[in-house]
């Protein structure tokens, strides 16, 4: 309260988080949420963007029309998380061209996932099943998110999110239950794809330099370790049905603790990942800058369209 004892705008942001209601973008609040904000969105959003590389090498060569048509849609819905996502962190007043400025020039990031290569057709079952399995397990909590337009993003999100998961689980099942090569193309992604895929979840919560303030303001509402606690008891089932062996030896139910153990995580590669030595981190950035210079006439086109609409001079050619 301030000296007339009315609610300053600080302890009205905080009654507002405590109370589980949305923070929107006109309300007040810390310039270290929305600077945490702008860095968690972005980085979403770059990582739906530039997760459309590993799949997208494999539309034209999808074995049938079928699996053509599902791949170019879930690709073409990454495109668009990409887009929901760069639409919220423009609320917070940060431009898209300062975000991609920013993923070119490597001071964003995007998620390590996606510096692996898609060696053969099964990755593409790989990732639906285990990377947007993982997305899933790690937005569904964010369609709660104290910030009203991420979390409306990520409801919309996940919608979409769940048929990418299941068309994956789907196309590893028909390889796991085909000829004996098809199997093991299965078994040998599910191999490649799994430890990576925890990564996606984050550090350890000890190493989450964000985790813990983040979930005092209800950006995060659980833990890195829990949603990776969750998303692999999740996928111990599911690797049964599909008569696929999960790659980690120490993997058991514990009956003390009501989850499966898991093995160590080589958090060393998950740094070096981060720090660009992954496998795919420099062609990942250079064909997101040679899309992004050959879309340039795109904009231009669409901006001087625009411009001309509202009778005014068409501008400065665009960014
Ligand atoms: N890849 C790259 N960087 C990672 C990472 C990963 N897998 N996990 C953590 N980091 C980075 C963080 O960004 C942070 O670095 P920064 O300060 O430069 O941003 C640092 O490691 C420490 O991690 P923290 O745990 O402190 O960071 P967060 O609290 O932000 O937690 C997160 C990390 C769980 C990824 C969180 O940012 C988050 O939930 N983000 C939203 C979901 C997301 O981005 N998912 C990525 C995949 S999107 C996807 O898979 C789409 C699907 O359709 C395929």
């Not at 929107?24 to 702008?38: F, I, T």
């Not at 459309?52 to 034209?60: D, L, Y």
């Not at 819905?77 to 975000?99: F, I, K, M, N, P």
């Not at 981060?274 to 795109?298: F, K, P």
Request: net charge neutral.
């Amino acid at each position: 309260m301030d000296a007339t004892g009315t609610e300053t705008l600080s302890e009205q942001f905080q009654r507002t988080v405590e109370a589980d209601q949305r923070v929107e973008p006109r309300d007040w609040m810390p310039d270290a949420y929305r600077s945490s904000l702008v860095r968690q969105i972005a980085q979403h959003a770059h990582s739906e963007v530039i997760g459309m590389q590993p799949e997208g090498s494999w539309i034209t060569r999808a074995p049938s029309l079928r699996r053509k048509a599902i791949l170019m849609a879930k690709v073409q819905d990454e495109a668009g998380h990409g887009l929901y996502l760069y639409a919220a962190a423009e609320t917070l007043g940060v431009s898209r061209q300062e975000l991609l400025d920013m993923l070119h020039g490597g001071r964003q990031k995007y998620s390590t996932i996606f510096n692996y290569p898609a060696v053969t057709w099964a990755d593409v079952g790989a990732i639906g099943w285990l990377v947007d399995g993982a997305a899933i397990t790690n937005q569904i909590p964010l369609c709660r998110c104290s910030y009203g337009p991420y979390a409306r993003a990520m409801t919309r999100v996940c919608r979409e999110e769940s048929f990418h998961q299941r068309q994956g689980f789907e196309l590893l099942h028909t390889l796991s239950h085909g000829t004996a090569a098809q199997r093991a193309m299965a078994q040998d992604a599910v191999n490649r794809w799994w430890w990576p895929t925890l990564m996606m979840f984050g550090p350890p919560d000890g190493d989450s330099a964000h985790g813990v303030q983040s979930m005092a303001w209800r950006i995060k509402r659980h833990s890195n370790d829990e949603l990776r606690q969750r998303f692999v008891d999740m996928c111990v089932p599911q690797a049964g049905v599909l008569g696929l062996t999960l790659p980690d030896p120490e993997l058991r139910w514990n009956p003390e603790r009501g989850h499966h153990d898991f093995g160590a995580i080589d958090w060393d590669e998950f740094r070096a990942v981060v720090r660009g030595d992954g496998l795919c981190n420099r062609q990942r950035i250079a064909h997101r800058v040679a899309a992004h210079e050959e879309g340039r006439w795109v904009r231009e086109a669409a901006l001087a369209h625009a411009e001309k609409r509202r009778g005014r001079p068409s501008g400065e050619a665009a960014a």
